[in-house]
């Protein structure tokens, strides 16, 4: 079964500085999807980012992006400028090729004015 | 955010008592989840709904039952429930079973 392995429980950051957050994960296929998702305070789980295994480029919305090594099994976010709303729980999720969902055990981000 | 509600927010319950979840999607998805979100462990699938029939049930005790009588409503009954099962269950939906999953806001369910 694949699993998703988040290694950083807490991460901080400096506002408007940059921040990674690293997720890897174990699989023998070679199609599948890869999510991170922002969980705030509020407690309402958000998309903030989806991939492709397929896709060679690396998806970037806005401020996130991604870092997408197939090879390495590697799949970490980037957060630029970041702003005190970005403080959350991130959760990287892999879907596999019959729509099973993994999800890791989340990184705490803590965002310092 | 409303896409997609729940009901109660919170919950508590005695082990005894029987009690129901609640969750409704706005955004005309087929497929819909329920997932345990326990503190420090990933999250976990419990039951996946496909065009109102349900195509996963990853082991999940039968005091925990499912209902989804459309493709909008998804109903998590629970009866005789231990501490252990407090945790904060998540519903969500997607398009279909390929698409990208959405959340709603949670019910934080206190067992005692």
């Known amino acids: 079964a694949q699993t998703v392995t988040q290694s950083q429980p807490e991460m901080s950051v400096q506002e408007a500085e940059t921040v990674t957050l690293s997720c890897t994960y174990d699989?023998?296929?070679?199609?599948?999807?890869l999510f991170w998702y922002k969980q705030p305070p509020s407690r309402q789980m958000i998309l903030v980012i989806r991939q492709e295994a397929y896709k060679q480029q690396n998806a970037t919305e806005n401020r996130f992006s991604v870092n997408f090594q197939k090879a390495a099994k590697s799949f970490s976010l980037k957060i630029s400028d970041s702003q005190l709303g970005d403080a959350a729980m991130y959760f990287c999720?892999?879907?596999?090729?019959?729509?099973?969902?993994?999800f890791g055990a989340g990184t705490r981000l803590t965002v310092k004015p | 955010e409303t896409g997609v509600t729940q009901t109660p927010r919170h919950l508590v319950m005695g082990m005894t008592n029987k009690k129901s979840l609640k969750c409704e999607q706005h955004l005309g998805h087929n497929a819909m989840y329920w997932y345990k979100q326990s503190a420090k462990k990933p999250l976990e699938l419990m039951f996946v709904y496909n065009f109102k029939e349900q195509t996963e049930n990853n082991s999940v005790p039968s005091r925990f039952s499912p209902e989804c009588p459309n493709s909008s409503h998804l109903f998590l009954h629970l009866h005789t429930l231990q501490p252990e099962d407090s945790a904060l269950y998540l519903c969500a939906s997607s398009q279909d079973r390929e698409e990208t999953q959405y959340f709603g806001p949670g019910t934080r369910l206190l067992v005692l």
């Open positions: 999720a892999y879907r596999s090729w019959n729509n099973d969902m993994r």
């Open positions: 699989t023998s296929e070679s199609d599948y999807y």
